[in-house]
């Protein structure tokens, strides 16, 4: 799942400060599961503009709406008659979700509440933690099914670096090294032979750094 935070109240009530008719939008996916741009939040969001404004003496329309998904066109049809009587247009959705409502609602200025930090998941109740970089040339197959681009505080694709101690990271002592937990699961798996074989330099022209990337599945199109 993507996940994201609320930016500061201040810094969103900013964003949308020019505007008298607001429209705020949450998605029903990973930012609802993370407690950042779900129904609820949306609603919260909405009441903290009015408030802010009537504070300050000055007239606010604030509607709200929680698609399905903001990354799919489909979703966002409903949308249509009320980002049509908007100014501008307030997504509490991923980064993805920010710019899909960019390009159908090409006519109104739309703004993130939220600051996109990682793909990851639940750790325990009200934590989340990042798992995966989205590098685009997986490599868990080799390591146990524990990431080391991530994991690991620098990156590394071919065992430890020689500074962590007692099986902690030493950029961040709290931290579990990812290769000691490599090693640990694949002992554990009888499988220590996928250590010997070097793993080359990855090839991060699958990664962001290629450019935007697309899967695409033939079978799936119409």
């Not at 949308?16 to 609802?32: D, M, N, Q, S």
């Not at 779900?38 to 404004?53: C, P, T, Y």
């Not at 620098?154 to 950029?171: A, D, F, T, Y």
Request: one cysteine or more; aromatic letters at 4%; a neutral charge.
């Amino acid at each position: 799942m993507i996940v994201a935070e609320r930016k500061p109240m201040e810094a969103v009530a900013s964003l949308v400060a020019p505007y008298e008719r607001i429209l705020v939008v949450g998605c029903g996916e990973c930012v609802t599961v993370c407690m950042a741009g779900g129904e609820k939040e949306v609603e919260v969001m909405a009441s903290a503009l009015r408030l802010m404004r009537g504070k300050e003496g000055r007239p606010v329309t604030v509607e709200t709406e929680t698609v399905q998904r903001q990354c799919e066109p489909e979703y966002l049809v409903p949308l249509d008659k009320k980002a049509e009587a908007a100014e501008v247009i307030l997504s509490m959705g991923c980064g993805v979700g920010v710019q899909f409502l960019a390009e159908r609602f090409a006519q109104r200025w739309v703004v993130p509440a939220l600051d996109t930090k990682f793909a990851g998941g639940v750790r325990e109740a009200g934590v989340w933690e990042e798992r995966c970089g989205l590098c685009g040339d997986c490599v868990l197959h080799l390591t146990g099914g524990i990431c080391p681009v991530i994991r690991c505080s620098k990156s590394l694709l071919n065992g430890p670096c020689g500074g962590s101690h007692g099986g902690n990271c030493e950029i961040k002592r709290e931290t579990r090294c990812a290769w000691q937990l490599i090693y640990d699961r694949l002992k554990g798996l009888g499988r220590l032979e996928l250590l010997t074989p070097v793993l080359p330099p990855k090839d991060w022209s699958t990664a962001r750094d290629g450019g935007p990337r697309q899967v695409v599945r033939e079978d799936a199109r119409l």
